[in-house]
């Protein structure tokens, strides 16, 4: 399950060090991931897509 809290964890981490790469992991869905990506480099979706009728539908969903 996604932590909304981690974001502000994140933006730190950022402020911090813009050098590095930040992964979010876990509970990412089309309602959490744009605010999930101003911050971090990579964001791993699984469960949203898996389960999913259509997943490129769901892959779409989440690029838009």
Do not use: H
Request: glycine share 4%.
């Amino acid at each position: 399950k996604f932590i909304p809290n981690s974001l502000n964890r994140v933006k730190k981490i950022r402020e911090w060090n813009q050098d590095i790469t930040i992964e979010i992991d876990g509970g990412v869905n089309n309602e959490n991931i744009n605010d999930i990506k101003i911050n971090t480099d990579v964001v791993v979706v699984g469960s949203y897509i898996i389960k999913e009728e259509d997943y490129q539908k769901a892959i779409n969903n989440l690029k838009n």
